[in-house]
């Protein structure tokens, strides 16, 4: 599957902000896109242009390609309720997103990682697949052979003073976490106007 390898920062200058899923800076040096003009550059977006910003904020902060994201933004228009706030709910959702948010990770891109190297349990079952939707009530934790590696109990260590949202609860002494209710949009660590992705996608499905 094709994934971006690039400088990471540069994708955050390019869309005006940084991305935590992505990136563990807390500001840009360089607040500006990148480029020869990057500072220069003073022009009025689009509404077009603001909306498909909007839609690859949130893509690239949970690392989804193209195809997959559409397919999330179809899912939540069908359930009940506001479509942008479900988009929201189902990308938090995701495993690799629930990894990273219990401090398993530093960022999403290695959190991925983790679950697809299957060193993450959910429901005493071991899950290998970033997408997996989490429910609440579920319990996720670190496979025990993993638990002893060096890696993991020095980043656990690094993001022990990282808030966590309230709706887990996480025990680092066991390594283990709980989804203790359904995401809570007003938790989303970047700002995001949801509703401008599903107005991009309005006409297209």
Not at 3 to 26: E, F, S
Not at 55 to 77: C, N
Not at 180 to 204: G, K, M, V, W
């Amino acid at each position: 599957m094709a994934r971006y390898i690039g400088p990471q920062l540069k994708r955050c200058r390019q869309l005006g902000t940084v991305l935590p899923g992505i990136t563990t800076v807390a500001t840009l040096d360089r607040p500006f896109p990148p480029g020869d003009h990057g500072a220069s550059r003073r022009n009025k977006p689009s509404d077009f242009k603001v909306r498909m910003m909007e839609k690859q904020k949130a893509r690239v902060h949970f690392g989804i390609l193209e195809k997959q994201f559409r397919r999330y933004v179809e899912h939540a228009s069908r359930m009940k309720g506001a479509a942008g706030t479900n988009l929201v709910l189902l990308l938090e959702s995701r495993l690799d997103s629930i990894v990273w948010r219990m401090g398993f990770a530093r960022t999403i891109t290695a959190a991925r990682q983790m679950v697809v190297h299957g060193h993450v349990i959910v429901n005493g079952i071991r899950v290998d697949r970033p997408s997996f939707h989490v429910s609440a009530g579920s319990l996720v934790t670190i496979k025990e052979k993993s638990k002893a590696k060096p890696f993991l109990a020095e980043i656990v260590g690094g993001t022990a003073g990282r808030t966590r949202p309230s709706w887990i609860d996480f025990d680092p002494a066991t390594m283990t976490g709980k989804l203790i209710s359904s995401p809570d949009r007003s938790d989303l660590p970047f700002e995001l106007n949801e509703n401008a992705i599903i107005e991009y996608y309005s006409q297209q499905l």
